[in-house]
């Protein structure tokens, strides 16, 4: 027994020896000493493991989108232009109408970028390097009806003459897996089940089902679809309630579905129509695999660019009249739209480095960016009748990794990761691309997340007051799911990108929206290309409105 323990057993009025209480006195008070100091090192250890990365927070189009909005960034011209062609915006749609006129000999024109070059879904992000996606990863392999997609690939040698693509396009295994019960299993979809066979079997007919105008039921780009009542009218319907009504009841195969909906339109099947719901899987006839690249989409405006031979850089004559032998790009955004009595249309644009405002009048313009930022700019939106939809908002974020996590059951990394369950999207890997004998040092986990767990506008709200810490917690949410705190001792930085207004959301109603169909038709002018025309944000939709607005400036009729 030690002195302490003596001392306890001795009876009242026994006299106690001091000294050797005394010693184990100190010794009880080193030993808990040191217990604290071992606990306080271990914390602050655990703290430096688990420390978060610097991290970078992208609003886009803030605060100069909402000043826009507000009208607050209209300050007279200091000169005045006229130009050929103007193109107002430079994402998909954008692009895609400069590449088309480029190429049949229409080079005299001039494109304002607006407040995001390869703006939204073709956005990325560089380090040292290693790029990534700050929109849209991947293009899946395009359908019949997409000609215009078909055509720009084999442009670029992507879509080869025997009809293949080039392997290197082609995304590499393992495509995809899902954690699904604390273990990662192959694909997306956790099991089969009656339901999900059931379902499949059905978009296996869907796929090849044509309407009474002999169109393809559910067609990319949408507008090539057929306009059959017998399956427009799920139009009137969300893709939940029509599951319903059909009695699929599989929780696996409910949210593997509603995954998709929020991968593909931002929403879920709740919000969705059930037309765009089934659409997402009948439309396009092979989903064998897709085309990606480490920077996502930016590889083909990358290659829009090029292909336009855009000059970038360009700077205002001194002369009043633009003529361009080659297109030609501005660091600016459109802050007023005017037309003209006599056909033409007068457009300020705003420097966004210098603040200086120009007035250009042009014969042809092109407007690019979402409806949205049209309505607010233009002189009398009501005469076009434009209407602006609902937008789902999104993260993207970008986590630079110095070295790779550890796997669970070591499993093998897939270019996409998805957690079964997670109100995120899951992540890609940038570097799955790289073919190399040895994994690359380093990469960038691109993880998405949109956000549906409350109204588009309150979520809009909280993403303008969230504090980093907390849009980093809500980025990181798949990812500590997969590797636990420990994932943040492998990320050198992340770089978080906020779209407030990241797509439109094809909801019930989307396909016989008059303003819509009404934009979708104007042939002289203002023209309007964006994927907003279709109600719904993807690539295809994006360009083929893009170079269907290049054909009505060439003079030539609508594809059919």
């Known amino acids: 027994q030690s002195a302490l323990q003596r001392a306890a057993l001795i009876p009242h009025g026994k006299i106690l020896i001091q000294e050797d209480i005394k010693m184990e006195k100190y010794y009880f008070f080193s030993y808990t000493a040191a217990l604290g100091a071992a606990s306080a090192f271990s914390w602050q250890t655990y703290q430096y493991l688990n420390r978060k990365p610097p991290v970078s927070i992208n609003r886009v189009g803030l605060p100069l989108g909402h000043l826009l909005r507000d009208g607050k960034l209209l300050s007279p011209p200091t000169r005045r232009y006229e130009c050929n062609t103007l193109i107002l915006g430079g994402g998909a749609a954008g692009l895609g109408a400069l590449w088309y006129l480029a190429k049949h000999n229409h080079r005299d024109v001039l494109l304002a970028e607006g407040f995001e070059r ?8 560089s380090s040292d390097g290693l790029k990534a996606p700050s929109g849209a990863h991947y293009l899946a392999l395009p359908s019949k009806e997409s000609v215009y997609v078909r055509e720009m690939l084999a442009d670029f040698g992507i879509l080869q003459s025997d009809g293949s693509f080039r392997e290197t396009d082609l995304v590499y295994a393992p495509e995809s897996r899902l954690l699904y ?10 099991k089969e089940d009656t339901d999900s066979k059931r379902f499949f079997d059905l978009i296996g007919r869907l796929k090849q089902a044509y309407g009474n105008d002999g169109k393809k039921i559910f067609a990319i780009p949408i507008a090539l679809s057929s306009v059959d009542e017998t399956w427009r009218k799920l139009d009137n319907l969300t893709f939940k309630q029509w599951l319903e009504q059909e009695g699929y009841n599989s929780p696996e195969l409910l949210w593997y579905l509603d995954y998709c909906c929020r991968d593909d339109y931002g929403q879920g099947i709740a919000q969705v129509s059930a037309f765009a719901g089934l659409h997402y899987f009948a439309a396009r006839n092979s989903a064998e695999t897709v085309l990606t690249w480490p920077e996502g989409l930016a590889h083909l405006s990358e290659n829009l660019r090029r292909h336009a031979g855009l000059q970038e850089g360009w700077q205002w004559p001194s002369e009043n009249i633009i003529r361009l032998e080659k297109p030609a790009s501005v660091n600016a955004s459109a802050v007023k739209i005017k037309p003209l009595s006599d056909g033409r249309i007068e457009v300020w644009l705003r420097d966004n480095a210098k603040g200086e405002t120009v007035a250009v009048t042009a ?37 630079e990794l110095h070295s790779f996590p ?33 994994r690359p040092e380093r990469t960038i986990f691109t993880a998405y997340a949109a956000l549906n767990h409350d109204t588009p506008q309150a979520i809009r709200r909280k993403l303008l007051e969230a504090s980093d810490e907390e849009l980093l917690r809500l980025a990181a949410q798949d990812l500590l799911t997969a590797y636990g705190e420990g994932f943040w001792r492998h990320v050198a930085h992340v770089d978080i990108t906020v779209r407030g207004h990241g797509m439109s959301v094809p909801k019930p109603g989307y396909l016989s929206d008059e303003a819509l169909l009404k934009i979708r038709n104007r042939n002289t002018g203002l023209l309007f290309a964006h994927s907003d025309l279709s109600g719904y944000s993807v690539f295809e939709e994006a360009l083929y409105w893009g170079v269907e607005a290049a054909r009505k400036v060439l003079g030539k009729g609508q594809l059919e």
């Open 406 to 438: 550890k796997e669970k059951n070591n499993s093998e990394l897939a270019w996409d990761n998805v957690v079964y369950g997670s109100q995120g999207l899951g992540y890609v890997v940038a570097t799955n691309q790289f073919i190399r004998v040895a």
């Open 363 to 399: 014969q042809h313009l092109i407007s690019a960016m979402p409806l949205m930022v049209a309505a607010r700019i233009i002189e009398s939106p009501e005469k076009f009748g434009l209407d602006i939809p609902e937008y789902a908002p999104w993260l993207v974020s970008n986590f």
């Open 181 to 190: 019960q604390d273990k990662w299993v192959e694909h997306l979809l956790s």
């Open 118 to 125: 390869n703006g939204n879904n073709a956005a990325y992000t």
